[in-house]
C-alpha cells in the first residue's frame, strides 16, 4: 500500500476508509444506463426548480410593476393639476396690470410658444431615429 492510502504498487485502487485493495470492475451497460437515468432524473429537477424560480420571480416584478404604473399614474394626474393650477394663477397674477382677457392671452401666447418649441424638438428626434433606421437599411 502507498504512503497516502489512494493506491497500491501493482496499481490497484485502495478503499479510503478501509485500506483494503479494491477490485476495478468494468462499468456494466446496466449500470452506466442507472448513471445517465439518474443524471436525467437531476437535470429534469433542476430544470422544474428554476422554471418555479423564474415564475416566482416574474410574478414578483408584475406585482410591483402593476403597483409603479398605479403610482405613476397618479403622480402625473398632479403633476397635470399643479401645471393648470400653475397657468390659472399666471392668469391672477397678470389680470390686475393689464386687464384679464390680455392675461388670459399672454399666458395662451406664452404656452403656444413652448408648444411650438418642444413639438420641433420631437420632430427632430423623430427625424434622428428615422434616419439611424434609413441607414441600416440595405
Known amino acids: ?30 449500470a452506466i444506463k442507472e448513471e445517465l437515468a439518474t443524471l436525467v ?17 416574474l410574478s414578483f416584478a408584475a406585482d410591483r410593476g402593476k ?8 403622480a402625473l394626474g398632479f403633476v397635470h393639476l399643479m401645471l393648470i393650477a400653475l397657468v390659472v394663477g ?3 397674477a397678470l389680470a390686475p396690470m393689464v386687464g ?9 401666447g406664452v404656452l403656444l410658444l413652448l408648444t411650438i418649441i418642444f413639438g420641433l424638438i420631437i420632430r427632430s428626434k423623430i427625424r434622428d431615429v428615422t434616419q439611424a433606421f434609413a441607414k441600416a437599411d440595405p
Open 67 to 74: 403597483s409603479v404604473v398605479i403610482l405613476a399614474i397618479f
Open 41 to 57: 432524473e437531476d437535470g429534469k429537477t433542476y430544470a422544474e426548480a428554476e422554471l418555479a424560480f423564474q415564475k416566482t420571480r
Open 90 to 92: 399666471a392668469i391672477f
Open 100 to 108: 384679464g382677457w390680455t392675461a388670459t392671452g399672454i399666458v395662451v
Open 1 to 30: 500500500m502507498a504512503a497516502d492510502g489512494i493506491a497500491q504498487d501493482d496499481g490497484a485502487a485502495v478503499d479510503p476508509v478501509t485500506g483494503e485493495a479494491v477490485e476495478d470492475a468494468p462499468l456494466s451497460s446496466a
